[in-house]
Protein backbone atom coordinates (compact mmCIF):
# COMPACT_ATOMS: atom_id res chain seq x y z
CA UNK A 1 0.00 0.00 0.00
CA UNK A 2 2.79 2.34 0.86
CA UNK A 3 4.24 3.91 -2.27
CA UNK A 4 8.00 5.72 -2.10
CA UNK A 5 8.87 8.23 -4.64
CA UNK A 6 11.03 7.28 -7.85
CA UNK A 7 14.10 9.55 -5.66
CA UNK A 8 14.49 7.83 -2.43
CA UNK A 9 15.81 9.92 0.67
CA UNK A 10 18.50 7.37 2.51
CA UNK A 11 20.14 7.38 -1.35
CA UNK A 12 20.64 11.01 -1.72
CA UNK A 13 21.54 12.34 1.78
CA UNK A 14 23.82 9.04 1.53
CA UNK A 15 25.60 10.82 -1.53
CA UNK A 16 25.46 14.32 -0.49
CA UNK A 17 27.44 13.38 2.81
CA UNK A 18 29.87 11.35 0.05
CA UNK A 19 30.31 14.00 -1.89
CA UNK A 20 30.85 16.68 1.38
CA UNK A 21 33.48 14.66 2.20
CA UNK A 22 35.29 15.14 -1.04
CA UNK A 23 35.19 11.08 -1.82
CA UNK A 24 34.73 9.58 -5.17
CA UNK A 25 32.87 6.66 -5.59
CA UNK A 26 35.71 4.67 -6.35
CA UNK A 27 37.76 5.54 -3.11
CA UNK A 28 34.97 4.84 -1.01
CA UNK A 29 34.11 1.34 -2.74
CA UNK A 30 38.06 0.88 -2.62
CA UNK A 31 37.80 2.17 1.44
CA UNK A 32 35.09 -0.40 2.11
CA UNK A 33 35.56 -3.72 -0.02
CA UNK A 34 32.45 -2.70 -1.74
CA UNK A 35 32.50 -2.57 -5.48
CA UNK A 36 31.57 0.97 -7.04
CA UNK A 37 28.21 -0.26 -8.61
CA UNK A 38 27.06 -1.40 -5.40
CA UNK A 39 28.19 2.44 -3.87
CA UNK A 40 25.83 3.40 -7.03
CA UNK A 41 23.03 1.22 -5.99
CA UNK A 42 23.03 2.15 -2.53
CA UNK A 43 23.03 5.90 -3.64
CA UNK A 44 19.77 5.17 -5.47
CA UNK A 45 18.44 3.77 -2.53
CA UNK A 46 18.88 -0.19 -4.03
CA UNK A 47 21.32 -2.62 -1.71
CA UNK A 48 21.28 -4.89 1.15
CA UNK A 49 21.74 -2.90 4.67
CA UNK A 50 25.04 -5.10 5.29
CA UNK A 51 26.41 -3.25 2.62
CA UNK A 52 24.82 0.32 3.37
CA UNK A 53 26.22 -0.07 6.78
CA UNK A 54 30.34 -0.50 5.60
CA UNK A 55 29.68 3.08 4.15
CA UNK A 56 27.76 4.33 6.64
CA UNK A 57 31.15 3.81 9.32
CA UNK A 58 33.33 4.16 6.44
CA UNK A 59 31.94 7.83 6.63
CA UNK A 60 31.19 8.22 9.88
CA UNK A 61 27.48 8.69 9.72
CA UNK A 62 24.48 7.36 11.55
CA UNK A 63 20.67 7.03 11.51
CA UNK A 64 19.13 10.03 13.66
CA UNK A 65 15.58 10.07 13.63
CA UNK A 66 13.36 13.40 15.68
CA UNK A 67 10.76 10.19 16.61
CA UNK A 68 13.00 7.40 16.45
CA UNK A 69 13.25 5.69 20.05
CA UNK A 70 16.24 4.22 22.11
CA UNK A 71 17.43 1.35 21.71
CA UNK A 72 21.08 -1.18 20.81
CA UNK A 73 19.84 -1.21 17.23
CA UNK A 74 18.36 0.25 14.43
CA UNK A 75 16.17 -2.95 14.43
CA UNK A 76 15.12 -2.27 18.26
CA UNK A 77 14.49 1.09 17.76
CA UNK A 78 12.26 0.30 14.78
CA UNK A 79 10.65 -1.93 17.13
CA UNK A 80 10.33 0.02 19.79
CA UNK A 81 8.74 3.05 17.11
CA UNK A 82 6.45 0.18 15.77
CA UNK A 83 4.98 -0.84 18.91
CA UNK A 84 4.68 2.86 20.21
CA UNK A 85 2.35 3.01 16.94
CA UNK A 86 0.07 0.05 18.15
CA UNK A 87 1.43 -1.86 15.12
CA UNK A 88 1.72 -5.72 15.06
CA UNK A 89 4.61 -6.87 12.31
CA UNK A 90 2.04 -8.05 10.02
CA UNK A 91 0.16 -4.30 10.13
CA UNK A 92 3.29 -2.99 9.31
CA UNK A 93 4.23 -5.93 6.72
CA UNK A 94 0.80 -5.48 4.98
CA UNK A 95 1.37 -1.49 4.80
CA UNK A 96 4.48 -1.87 3.37
CA UNK A 97 3.52 -4.84 1.13
CA UNK A 98 6.09 -7.02 2.38
CA UNK A 99 6.01 -10.49 4.36
CA UNK A 100 6.19 -11.01 8.21
CA UNK A 101 9.44 -12.48 7.56
CA UNK A 102 11.23 -9.77 6.33
CA UNK A 103 10.01 -6.96 9.31
CA UNK A 104 11.27 -9.91 11.79
CA UNK A 105 14.44 -9.64 9.79
CA UNK A 106 14.68 -6.32 9.77
CA UNK A 107 13.69 -5.69 13.34
CA UNK A 108 15.75 -8.92 15.24
CA UNK A 109 19.04 -8.99 13.01
CA UNK A 110 19.58 -5.71 10.90
CA UNK A 111 18.68 -7.67 8.07
CA UNK A 112 17.43 -6.98 4.72
CA UNK A 113 17.00 -4.58 1.88
CA UNK A 114 17.63 -0.71 2.32
CA UNK A 115 14.59 -0.20 0.18
CA UNK A 116 12.51 -1.80 3.06
CA UNK A 117 14.36 -0.05 5.65
CA UNK A 118 13.24 3.51 4.14
CA UNK A 119 9.35 2.06 3.62
CA UNK A 120 9.41 1.00 7.29
CA UNK A 121 10.58 4.69 8.71
CA UNK A 122 8.22 6.74 6.52
CA UNK A 123 5.43 4.23 7.38
CA UNK A 124 5.98 4.75 11.13
CA UNK A 125 7.15 8.56 10.83
CA UNK A 126 10.41 8.08 12.16
CA UNK A 127 11.45 11.65 10.80
CA UNK A 128 15.02 10.23 10.10
CA UNK A 129 17.94 11.92 8.92
CA UNK A 130 21.91 10.96 7.68
CA UNK A 131 24.39 13.01 9.98
CA UNK A 132 28.32 12.85 11.12
CA UNK A 133 28.41 10.26 14.18
CA UNK A 134 28.23 11.57 17.92
CA UNK A 135 26.96 15.09 16.48
CA UNK A 136 23.67 16.26 17.70
CA UNK A 137 21.09 16.65 14.82
CA UNK A 138 18.63 19.61 15.18
CA UNK A 139 14.99 18.62 13.96
CA UNK A 140 13.00 20.94 12.87
CA UNK A 141 9.46 21.25 15.01
CA UNK A 142 6.61 23.02 13.76
CA UNK A 143 3.60 24.05 15.50
CA UNK A 144 1.76 23.22 12.62
CA UNK A 145 -0.78 20.47 15.44
CA UNK A 146 -0.29 23.61 17.76
CA UNK A 147 -4.16 24.02 17.46
CA UNK A 148 -5.25 20.58 17.56
CA UNK A 149 -8.17 19.56 20.31
CA UNK A 150 -10.21 16.72 21.08
CA UNK A 151 -13.12 19.34 20.90
CA UNK A 152 -12.33 19.83 16.85
CA UNK A 153 -12.69 15.71 16.37
CA UNK A 154 -14.44 14.77 13.18
CA UNK A 155 -17.61 13.53 13.90
CA UNK A 156 -18.73 10.12 13.85
CA UNK A 157 -21.48 9.95 11.22
CA UNK A 158 -19.20 11.25 8.82
CA UNK A 159 -16.21 8.78 9.36
CA UNK A 160 -18.73 6.22 9.34
CA UNK A 161 -19.64 7.42 5.49
CA UNK A 162 -16.08 7.47 4.92
CA UNK A 163 -15.56 4.32 6.19
CA UNK A 164 -17.82 2.24 3.38
CA UNK A 165 -15.83 3.87 0.59
CA UNK A 166 -12.24 3.66 2.24
CA UNK A 167 -12.26 1.18 4.37
CA UNK A 168 -9.13 1.70 6.86
CA UNK A 169 -7.55 4.51 6.10
CA UNK A 170 -3.56 4.03 6.17
CA UNK A 171 -2.09 7.36 7.81
CA UNK A 172 -3.88 10.19 10.10
CA UNK A 173 -1.57 12.38 10.48
CA UNK A 174 -2.98 14.68 12.51
CA UNK A 175 -4.72 12.74 15.88
CA UNK A 176 -5.22 14.47 18.93
CA UNK A 177 -3.93 11.23 20.51
CA UNK A 178 -1.89 7.92 19.92
CA UNK A 179 -4.85 5.27 20.76
CA UNK A 180 -8.98 5.47 20.60
CA UNK A 181 -9.26 7.86 18.33
CA UNK A 182 -11.91 7.81 16.22
CA UNK A 183 -10.23 7.82 12.84
CA UNK A 184 -9.81 4.14 11.97
CA UNK A 185 -6.26 3.99 10.47
CA UNK A 186 -3.03 1.67 10.74
CA UNK A 187 -1.21 4.41 11.72
CA UNK A 188 -1.68 7.84 13.51
CA UNK A 189 0.59 11.05 14.03
CA UNK A 190 0.02 13.00 17.13
CA UNK A 191 1.15 16.49 18.06
CA UNK A 192 4.48 15.17 19.29
CA UNK A 193 5.57 13.71 15.63
CA UNK A 194 4.83 17.12 13.83
CA UNK A 195 2.92 15.16 10.81
CA UNK A 196 2.85 18.40 8.92
CA UNK A 197 6.90 17.92 8.31
CA UNK A 198 6.51 13.78 8.07
CA UNK A 199 6.33 12.08 4.37
CA UNK A 200 2.90 10.53 4.35
CA UNK A 201 1.80 7.14 2.62
CA UNK A 202 -1.05 5.37 1.36
CA UNK A 203 -4.62 6.52 1.82
CA UNK A 204 -4.98 9.95 4.43
CA UNK A 205 -7.08 11.00 6.00
CA UNK A 206 -6.48 14.88 8.04
CA UNK A 207 -8.86 16.90 10.35
CA UNK A 208 -6.57 20.11 10.31
CA UNK A 209 -6.16 22.41 12.91
CA UNK A 210 -8.02 25.35 11.27
CA UNK A 211 -5.75 27.76 12.78
CA UNK A 212 -2.85 29.79 11.19
CA UNK A 213 -1.26 26.17 10.03
CA UNK A 214 -4.16 25.54 8.06
CA UNK A 215 -3.01 26.70 4.73
CA UNK A 216 -0.10 24.39 4.88
CA UNK A 217 -2.24 21.49 5.98
CA UNK A 218 -4.12 22.16 2.58
CA UNK A 219 -0.59 22.47 0.91
CA UNK A 220 0.88 19.57 2.38
CA UNK A 221 -2.01 17.36 1.46
CA UNK A 222 -1.81 18.30 -2.65
CA UNK A 223 2.14 17.57 -2.54
CA UNK A 224 2.14 14.32 -0.95
CA UNK A 225 -0.40 13.35 -3.68
CA UNK A 226 1.28 15.20 -6.81
CA UNK A 227 4.79 13.84 -5.30
CA UNK A 228 3.50 10.05 -5.40
CA UNK A 229 4.12 9.77 -1.53
CA UNK A 230 0.08 9.21 -0.73
CA UNK A 231 -1.81 7.15 -2.60
CA UNK A 232 -5.22 9.40 -1.86
CA UNK A 233 -5.42 12.16 0.79
CA UNK A 234 -9.37 13.10 2.09
CA UNK A 235 -9.05 16.75 4.15
CA UNK A 236 -11.73 17.75 6.21
CA UNK A 237 -11.73 21.31 6.07
CA UNK A 238 -13.71 24.54 6.22
CA UNK A 239 -15.25 25.52 2.95
CA UNK A 240 -13.92 28.78 2.33
CA UNK A 241 -13.14 28.47 -1.41
CA UNK A 242 -12.81 32.35 -1.21
CA UNK A 243 -9.00 31.83 0.52
CA UNK A 244 -5.67 31.91 -1.29
CA UNK A 245 -4.63 28.43 -0.11
CA UNK A 246 -8.38 27.27 -2.18
CA UNK A 247 -7.33 28.70 -5.28
CA UNK A 248 -3.84 27.74 -4.83
CA UNK A 249 -3.98 24.04 -3.73
CA UNK A 250 -8.08 22.44 -3.56
CA UNK A 251 -9.87 24.23 -7.04
CA UNK A 252 -9.41 22.36 -9.69
CA UNK A 253 -6.80 19.93 -8.16
CA UNK A 254 -8.68 18.27 -6.09
CA UNK A 255 -12.84 17.18 -6.07
CA UNK A 256 -14.75 18.79 -3.12
CA UNK A 257 -17.76 17.87 -1.39
CA UNK A 258 -19.92 20.67 -0.17
CA UNK A 259 -21.05 19.38 3.15
CA UNK A 260 -24.99 20.48 4.30
CA UNK A 261 -25.44 22.12 7.40
CA UNK A 262 -23.12 22.24 9.96
CA UNK A 263 -20.78 19.60 11.49
CA UNK A 264 -20.78 19.20 15.26
CA UNK A 265 -17.71 18.68 16.10
CA UNK A 266 -15.85 16.29 19.27
CA UNK A 267 -18.66 15.73 21.88
CA UNK A 268 -20.12 19.57 20.83
CA UNK A 269 -23.82 20.41 21.35
CA UNK A 270 -23.55 23.29 19.44
CA UNK A 271 -22.48 23.29 15.50
CA UNK A 272 -19.45 24.88 13.80
CA UNK A 273 -19.73 28.66 12.92
CA UNK A 274 -18.79 27.81 9.19
CA UNK A 275 -19.61 25.57 6.66
CA UNK A 276 -16.63 22.43 6.01
CA UNK A 277 -16.36 20.62 2.76
CA UNK A 278 -14.02 17.17 2.26
CA UNK A 279 -11.21 17.71 -0.39
CA UNK A 280 -9.81 14.90 -1.99
CA UNK A 281 -6.98 14.66 -3.60
CA UNK A 282 -6.00 11.18 -5.84
CA UNK A 283 -9.89 9.97 -6.03
CA UNK A 284 -10.55 8.18 -9.25
CA UNK A 285 -13.49 7.73 -10.92
CA UNK A 286 -14.48 4.54 -9.06
CA UNK A 287 -14.27 6.76 -5.61
CA UNK A 288 -15.93 9.73 -6.38
CA UNK A 289 -18.81 6.98 -7.75
CA UNK A 290 -19.07 5.63 -4.58
CA UNK A 291 -18.74 8.96 -2.65
CA UNK A 292 -21.51 10.36 -4.60
CA UNK A 293 -23.93 7.28 -3.26
CA UNK A 294 -22.81 7.51 0.40
CA UNK A 295 -22.60 11.41 0.71
CA UNK A 296 -26.40 12.02 -0.75
CA UNK A 297 -27.04 15.12 0.96
CA UNK A 298 -23.66 16.68 -0.20
CA UNK A 299 -22.78 18.90 -3.21
CA UNK A 300 -19.62 17.92 -5.16
CA UNK A 301 -17.24 20.46 -7.32
CA UNK A 302 -14.58 19.06 -9.42
Known amino acids: MLKLP ?24 AGTGLSVPTIRLLEAGGGNLDSWQKVLDHLHLELTGRNLPAGSTLGERLANLRRHRGMSQRDLA ?15 RNRGRLATLECVL ?7 QLGRRGESRGFFTGAGNSSMSQAWETPCELLEA ?11 PCAPRKTRTRVKARCHFTAEDDGLTLPWHGTVFV ?10 WVAKARREVEAGRAKAVVALLPARPDTAYWHAHVAGRAAVYFLRGRLRFGDGKQSAPFPSALAIWGAGPGILEALDATLVAAWRAG
Do not use: C, M, W
Request: charged residues 20%.
Open 6 to 29: LHSVLGSDLRKHRKTTRITQAELA
Open 94 to 108: VLITVSQPTIVALER
Open 122 to 128: VALGAGT
Open 162 to 172: LATVFGRFDLD
Open 207 to 216: NPPYGRSLAA
